[in-house]
């Protein structure tokens, strides 16, 4: 198993290759966007404006 990281998802564990190309079919179609919460830039879905790491901190409530 080997592990992934990602903007919009943050770590990936991936055991096979319908996750590898899950995984690689995300990364190529991720554009270039300036996370709203942290303002850094990192590649996520078209459809999110927000990365992994802000996202998880406010589902648990603690600030970025
Ligand atoms: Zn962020």
């Known amino acids: ?3 992934y990281y990602d903007d919009n998802f943050g770590h990936w564990n991936i055991e096979d290759e ?3 190309e899950h995984y690689r079919r995300t990364q190529r179609t991720n554009v270039l966007t ?3 919460t942290c303002e850094r830039e990192v590649m996520l879905q078209p459809q999110y404006d927000q990365c ?3 996202a ?3 589902e648990n409530g ?3």
């Open 52 to 54: 992994d790491r802000c």
């Open 34 to 36: 300036t996370c709203r």
């Open 18 to 20: 319908d996750d590898l």
């Open 62 to 64: 603690t600030a970025y």
């Open 1 to 3: 198993m080997r592990s």
């Open 56 to 58: 998880t901190a406010e």
